[in-house]
């Protein structure tokens, strides 16, 4: 059992930055992939980002030059570090957390954080 808990999220202005945060607890440590996905009103969860264990990155077009996504696996907490906000990046924002343990796979969700970017 995985708990994520996201913060950070808020209201910025076009060109603003914001950084989530999603911090896990629970038994399993060393989460396989941590990934933020969004979703905008009337639109389909995509994800945004995504990290493995081994700080293996891939990230969605969209975001590309902007986004980045880092893990602490210390602290077991992940971050979105977001810049050069754009009206269109305004979404709750997800923390997902999936892997395997041992033969059993697992995928966590958090609770999501509101994102508005807006002048």
């Known amino acids: 059992q995985v708990q994520l808990v996201e913060s950070g999220g808020g209201l910025v202005q076009p060109g603003g930055s914001l950084r989530l945060s999603c911090a896990a607890s629970?038994?399993?440590?060393?989460?396989?992939?941590i990934g933020w996905y969004r979703q905008a009103p009337g639109k389909q969860r995509e994800l945004v980002a995504a990290?493995?264990?081994?700080?293996?990155?891939n990230y969605a077009d969209s975001v590309k030059g902007r986004f980045t996504i880092s893990r602490d696996n210390v602290k077991n907490t992940a971050y979105l570090q977001m810049n050069s906000l754009k009206p269109e990046d305004t979404a709750v924002y997800y923390c997902?957390?999936?892997?395997?343990?041992?033969?059993?796979?697992?995928?966590?969700w958090g609770q999501g954080t509101q994102v508005t970017v807006s002048s």
């Open positions: 629970g038994r399993i440590s060393n989460i396989n992939v």
């Open positions: 990290i493995t264990s081994g700080r293996t990155t």
């Open positions: 997902n957390a999936r892997g395997i343990v041992i033969t059993t796979p697992y995928n966590y």
